[in-house]
């Protein structure tokens, strides 16, 4: 296994395998959606499977497939199979918006997909269509029964802002009272495809801050070594809670995780903007030794934490987050 310049092993890949989306959801872009790529400049089926499996040699074990959608990609199913059969590759999730996944769960637990985040930032059908611009909070929540009842641990990731969905903040913890789930609120981050929203930016210590008035018995978990949560049980519930200090960037002293974008760009910070293009390099080069070069070069070089990333850049944070895969 590959160990980053700060002694890191390097061993988890994100993937976003498309830039496209079916929700606008306003923390993420804007109503009327990016400047989308051509096609030709996202890596292809088989560019991906290349790249992962040269990973795969590296020490990479765990990938999670994000994006954009995931499944609006036609060749998900198709692409998730590849990947799973992979040597070396021990762990695929997912992250998804839950639109149009509930029908494929039976075959994300045929393929042994280890676990989904599923993002719901509220329950309230109103709050939803305000947040994401969509109607479709009910195929979300469909998406969550199969998930359930196909038995695939699953986590639901909100993000919270103040003044937004605060208020759903304490429904979505009573989901954790008689699921097995893992809600999880986030930090905002400025990856909005304008810039940052101070004025709504909520803490993860005002969140654990505001569910332990409700929930008193709040008490911390273990977390797992390279969680970006920090994990709490309630006293009498089946699921937990967590928060994700995503903009605080407190859990980057033992981040183990590399990004690639759509277009290939990898990422060895989410807040770095990029430091090695992928794909024309799986474009132009046959030989696998001189790509897990550069790969080994671009991970031994890695910023110390999320600070430092950003202050390298050549410019501010913009960028959506569906350009990332978060
Ligand atoms: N479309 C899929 C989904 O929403 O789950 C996968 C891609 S989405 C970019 C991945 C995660 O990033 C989602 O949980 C989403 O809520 C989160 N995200 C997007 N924009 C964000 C922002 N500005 N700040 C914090 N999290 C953000
Ligand atoms: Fe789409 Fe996910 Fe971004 Fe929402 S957060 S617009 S679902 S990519």
Redesign the pocket.
């Known amino acids: 296994m590959i160990r980053d310049n700060h002694g890191r092993p390097i061993n988890y890949l994100r993937l976003?395998v498309t830039d496209r989306?079916n929700?606008r959801?306003f923390?993420?872009m804007p109503e009327e959606g990016i400047k989308f790529l051509p096609k030709p400049h996202l890596l292809t089926f088989e560019e991906m499977v290349r790249m992962v499996s040269i990973m795969a040699e590296m020490g990479i074990n765990k990938v999670r497939i994000?994006?954009?959608?995931?499944f609006v990609r036609k060749d998900m199913m198709q692409l998730l199979q590849s990947i799973t059969e992979l040597n070396g590759i021990e762990q695929v999730n997912i992250?998804?918006?839950g639109v149009l996944t509930a029908p494929l769960v039976p075959e994300l637990k045929a393929l042994g997909i280890s676990s989904v985040?599923?993002?719901l930032?509220t329950l309230d059908r109103q709050r939803f269509i305000d947040m994401t611009r969509r109607d479709e909070l009910s195929s979300v929540l469909k998406t969550l029964d199969a998930l359930l009842e196909n038995d695939i641990k699953t986590k639901i990731?909100a993000?919270i802002m103040a003044g937004k969905n605060d208020e759903d903040i304490i429904p979505m913890v009573k989901l954790a009272k008689d699921l097995p789930v893992s809600v999880r609120f986030?930090?905002?981050?400025?990856?909005?495809g304008s810039g940052i929203n101070k004025e709504a930016f909520m803490s993860h210590t005002r969140i654990i801050d505001m569910i332990r008035e409700t929930y008193p018995s709040l008490h911390k978990l273990q977390d797992e070594p390279n969680s970006t949560s920090y994990n709490y049980a309630i006293n009498d519930f089946k699921g937990s809670v967590g928060v994700i200090a995503?903009f605080s960037r407190t859990f980057c002293g033992t981040c183990n995780r590399i990004r690639v974008t759509p277009t290939g760009t990898l990422k060895t910070c989410l807040y770095d903007d990029g430091v090695m293009n992928i794909r024309d390099l799986l474009r132009s080069e046959n030989d696998n030794g001189v790509i897990k070069e550069k790969l080994y070069t671009a991970f031994t070089n890695r910023a110390k934490d999320g600070f430092e990333a950003e202050s390298l850049r050549s410019a501010e944070v913009t960028e959506s987050?569906?350009t990332?895969?978060?």
């Open positions: 976003a989306c929700l959801c923390y993420c994000t994006g954009g959608e995931p992250t998804t918006n985040n599923l993002s930032d990731n993000v986030i930090e905002e981050m400025p990856f909005n995503a987050m569906t990332i895969g978060g």
